[in-house]
């Protein structure tokens, strides 16, 4: 286990709070009442965009239900719910071409 005691532990979770806190902060307080320029909005459009797959390549590569391994079925299911997205222009669509695809997959395998 940790060799922190609990003290530390608290005074850790409290300073990492904080810190997230201001971060947060330092941009919203900062600039939460007056009108961000057209430049910073039209990069701020593409974070999310950005972020998720950001959030959901490592679970498609290094999955941890098969440790770590590169699954087939997974990398099918990716590429289905990519291409189903990208022509219907519908994440629900996406996303049960993908769970489609991947059940199918693993009960293939």
């Known amino acids: 286990m940790s060799h922190y005691s609990t003290l530390e532990i608290w005074l850790i979770i409290a300073v990492v709070g904080a810190g997230t806190f201001f971060m947060r902060y330092s941009f919203l307080g900062a ?9 910073l909005l039209r990069m701020l459009r593409y974070t ?13 590569v290094w999955p941890a239900a098969t440790g ?9 299911a990716a590429a289905a719910t990519v291409l189903v997205g990208f022509l219907s222009r519908s994440a ?3 996303i049960l071409a993908g769970a489609a695809t ?4 693993l009960y293939l395998s």
Do not use: E, F, K
């Open 48 to 60: 999310p965009v950005a972020v998720l797959p950001a959030l959901a390549a490592p679970l498609v």
């Open 68 to 76: 770590g391994q590169t699954d087939p079925a997974r990398l099918a």
């Open 31 to 39: 600039l939460g009442n007056r009108p961000m320029p057209d430049w």
């Open 102 to 105: 991947l059940s199918l997959g």
């Open 92 to 94: 629900l669509a996406a």
